[in-house]
């Protein structure tokens, strides 16, 4: 049973760089062929998907977000990081780290989530 758990602060102050924690146990963020990303939900609005890291080590992003979004991975701790910079309170959102897998069938490639952490509510704030 794979786990994720996010950890991080709840409150940043706007400007500030927000910086999370995905700790990953149950298997490894290198093993084929996995992703793992990083998606928020502010208050009253829907899930939006901000960047992942491939069992690779690639990386890709939200086009919205790539200047001010990284994610980065500590193989030997089986933790992958968020960073977001610049925040404004807009960014205040629930925050998950969640895996998922990409299949190729008939009708194309298709995406499938199967592991979510519980999320971790963050305010920015001054």
């Known amino acids: 049973q794979v786990q994720l758990q996010e950890s991080g602060p709840g409150l940043v102050k706007p400007s500030q760089t927000l910086s999370l924690t995905c700790t990953v146990s149950?298997?490894?963020?290198?093993?084929?062929?996995?992703?793992w990303s990083w998606i928020r939900q502010p208050p009253g609005k829907g899930l939006e998907w901000m960047g992942a890291l491939a069992y690779s080590g690639s990386t890709y992003y939200s086009p919205s977000l790539k200047s001010r979004t990284s994610i980065s991975r500590d193989t030997s701790k089986n933790q992958f990081t968020l960073q977001l910079s610049s925040v404004t309170p807009e960014d205040t959102a629930v925050y998950f780290c969640?895996?998922?897998?990409?299949?190729?069938?008939?009708?194309?490639?298709?995406?499938?989530?199967?592991?979510w952490g519980q999320g971790t509510q963050v305010t920015v704030s001054s």
């Open positions: 969640a895996r998922y897998s990409l299949t190729l069938a008939e009708t194309g490639w298709t995406i499938k989530y199967d592991y």
């Open positions: 149950g298997g490894f963020i290198t093993t084929n062929y996995y992703y």
